[in-house]
């Protein structure tokens, strides 16, 4: 679903969830990503906190750096081979590459220091900041989920009525993806991938929260697609902003993480948790693909990423219409899912005699630190 969003000016992004509701996928990588984390590293903090969990930490933010820096400069390479040998200077003004143009120095610098963030490529530095803290809040989360919990919600708060980010440069403003606000999604990942780990609900299935939430998806459903109640919406929201309600509790603001998007993201959870059908598609062959894809998650994540840019390119050069759109997206996941089943494939252990002499496979995932 990233994927589609990230190639944007096709029929095909039309139909993803952001197009039916006040989230969008970002917030699904996030709490899935802190899921992933407890999933990883819960066993390994049962015992306390200590220097090996701690330094997984470490280098698995560093890892995603590396990988953040491989795919900027890939994004780099794909719109400067559009420019020199398609004479496709369109390429630049999109997603803050012409900034690489006009300042390339200062740019350089910021894409090292993770201040200058293309569009599309932006969502790794967020993960590679969270991962540093990651080990604290999982243990934090083991021994007192609540603590976890209110000082998660009092750091977002206190994020959004002061405005705090981390700076752009060279570029003014902040991160779009702001780590001091997204933590709060990062974190009710992990106490619910906590509570997996202990075949546990975070919140209970109960029928009047079952009604809440579907209520809410369908208001918001209702609100992103119909003009006259989205106009209104808007203005109720421009007028109690005006009337000094905190921005926070009333506008659609991604950087900060709003709540109208935020409960929308944390309904739409909750009903997809109470129904089997999730668990029954994803165990099913039809989704063996998708297993494929989140057993290399990273991988598959850097790599769908500069295919977007790919794609980019070629909508800027040639727009096309529904058979090119069509080939691009189709082409894209299918390149993904290959990628990932050579991933798999060069996994795999090795065929020994005896049989029981072969070393088995371990999962990978979002979360993981595997070597």
Request: charged content about 10%; overall charge positive.
């Amino acid at each position: 679903m990233i994927y589609v969003n990230h190639v944007p000016g096709t029929m095909f992004e039309n139909f993803t969830s952001r197009n039916f509701g006040l989230s969008d996928a970002a917030e699904g990588f996030v709490f899935m990503s802190g899921c992933a984390v407890a999933l990883a590293y819960g066993a390994k903090l049962e015992n306390g906190l200590g220097l090996a969990a701690i330094y997984k930490g470490l280098t698995r933010s560093w890892q995603l750096y590396l990988v953040h820096l491989l795919t900027s400069v890939w994004a780099i390479a794909v719109v400067a081979g559009a420019v020199v040998f398609l004479g496709a200077d369109e390429v630049l003004r999109d997603n803050s590459f012409s900034l690489l143009r006009d300042k390339p120095y200062p740019v350089i610098f910021g894409i090292a220091t993770l201040g200058h963030q293309f569009g599309y490529v932006n969502i790794l530095p967020l993960y590679t900041v969270l991962m540093l803290a990651a080990p604290f809040a999982v243990r934090l989360g083991q021994l007192a989920p609540l603590r976890l919990l209110a000082g998660s919600v009092t750091l977002w708060a206190v994020t959004a009525l002061w405005q705090v980010n981390l700076p752009n440069y060279p570029q003014s403003g902040g991160w779009l993806f702001n780590p001091f606000a997204w933590q709060l999604v990062f974190t009710l990942g992990i106490v619910t991938g906590l509570a997996l780990r202990q075949g546990k609900r975070v919140v209970p299935v109960q029928p009047w929260l079952v009604a809440l939430a579907l209520a809410w998806i369908v208001f918001c459903g209702f609100w992103v697609r119909h003009p006259a109640l989205n106009q209104s919406m808007q203005g109720l929201i421009a007028h109690l902003s005006d009337s000094g309600v905190p921005s926070i509790l009333v506008a659609l603001d991604k950087t900060y993480v709003s709540v109208p998007r935020l409960l929308h993201f944390l309904a739409l959870v909750y009903l997809l948790s109470v129904t089997s059908l999730v668990r029954t598609l994803a165990s099913s062959d039809i989704a063996s693909p998708v297993r494929v894809i989140g057993r290399h998650s990273l991988p598959v994540f850097a790599f769908s990423t500069v295919c977007a840019i790919v794609a980019q390119a070629t909508k800027d050069v040639h727009p096309g219409g529904l058979g090119q759109d069509a080939l691009l997206i189709a082409g894209g996941l299918v390149a993904q899912w290959a990628f990932a089943a050579t991933l798999d494939y060069c996994r795999q252990p090795a065929i020994t005699a005896p049989r029981a002499a072969a070393s088995p496979a371990l999962p990978v995932g979002i979360g993981s630190a595997r070597p």
